[in-house]
């Protein structure tokens, strides 16, 4: 039964509006999560195709200048003399300006000696490259450990064809520092690099990240790798020529690598880069959308509280409208409402008997010590018959000195009547004042308020007639 004495609570309401604000907080976060997963996925999906996108330009700025020195060593090829070992051949001037420190020029005749701008000679008729030059195949050497000045190289060879037959092949030694300068030319960030390296893992041209490391795949076979990733996968990707990617840890920091064939013998592009960048911006847009969680939070909370305290504001007022200012019991407007609704109850849930009273000779009260006199009893009057009732019992001023109590759930005669003489003998004991009473019964289908006051002011007028300070049943 809900507390008329002290006003109605809303718990419902309360935990409707709770639990619409936790559902907010709970949506705010929830779409933030999504947002953070969203964000992180496009970075890390950007971070392919920046990376890819890296790799292709790297391997076509190699592609294109192997394009051009091969253009350059087909042109030598067609007008140069063969050589004769004499020394005076045409192109020797041309071949001692390509003498520098990290790439070399020189023209092999029919039997495998090379010659060099500085007059150094080198058989190289047992090399590979030099015997598909002599197929009539130009080509592109393996890596040739230590061939030049105590450095990796490669070799550009193209043949010198006259009438159909090989007499020879010019070819172009690149150092591996060339290649690495060539790869290192290209506009990847500082968190990144190029390499080359073979099917087999061998690294031909290794970049900062590599250094002092001879194989890939040993390199990589220690390293921690991403979920759903394997080094077996990745090794059978590139075994069968394809390209794809692989995300691995090293020192904390995650570097996320891509590969794709070159097209040059079994030699593969690798470019690989940190995630530090994309990870620092990730965490920062995290921590920008943390604060505006916080920041959301807090205003929706300020937002729920400032509306909590507009609406306890209301209803407390709306209370202090209800209650009458002097003897904190009902108004007549409000008790009309509540008891109108009681009596439309059924079962339990209603009203059953309705007590008028007033004060006795009140007006004496007035005349003689005036009217500050006569509130003070009123007041008084007020707490005896909230003391004396019960909480769901509806007290009201009806007006002047009188009051009306509607008793709930009570039945029969005993209980009104108890507490009618509970109280007269409260104003007894208050020593000052008396009262009359007057009690009528609420049929249990009886709904007409008016009617059932009717009755109760009649009892009231009974009891007077008794000789006041006493009370009168009726029905």
Known sequence: MMNRRNGGHYPPGLLILASLVISVIIGICVLNFYYFHEVEQSLFQQTHRDLKQKNDKALNYIESMIQTKFEWLELFAFYCDLPDGSGNEQWWQQVQDYEKEDSRFGVADRSGILYYGNRETQDISSRDYYKKALDGEKNI???????????????????????????GAACLELSSDK??????????????ANMIFQKDGEILISCTACENQISLFEMLKTREFGPG??????????????????????????????????GINDWYMATLVETEGYENTFHKIKSLSAKFIE????????????????????????????????????????????VEHGLKAGGKNRFYACMFLDIDDFKKINDT????????????????????????D?????????FCIWLYGMRGRKQPEAIAQRIINAFHVSGKVHASIGITLIGENETEYDAILKRADQALYEAKGKGKNQYAVTN
């Open 229 to 262: 990733e394997t080094f077996s996968e990745m090794e059978a990707e590139i075994s069968q020529g394809l390209s794809g990617y692989i995300t691995y840890y090293e020192n904390d920091y995650r570097r996320l690598l891509y590969y794709q064939p070159m």
């Open 369 to 392: 010590f005036g009217h500050h006199k006569g509130d003070l009893v009123l007041v008084q009057a007020g707490q005896i018959l909230s003391a004396c009732t019960r909480q769901e």
């Open 141 to 167: 050497s393996g890596l040739l450990k230590e061939s030049f000045k105590g450095q990796d190289s490669i070799v550009l060879t193209v043949p010198i064809i006259r009438d159909g037959v090989v007499k």
């Open 295 to 338: 920041g959301s939070t807090f205003l929706l909370l300020c937002g729920v509280i400032l509306t909590l305290l507009i609406v306890h504001t209301r209803k407390k007022e709306e209370k202090r409208l209800q209650k009458d200012y002097l003897t904190g019991v009902y108004t007549r407007e409000t008790a009309r409402k509540l």
């Open 394 to 402: 509806v007290i009201v001023r009806f007006g002047g000195d009188e």
């Open 179 to 192: 290649l690495k300068q060539y790869l290192s030319d290209t506009d990847l960030s500082r968190y990144g």
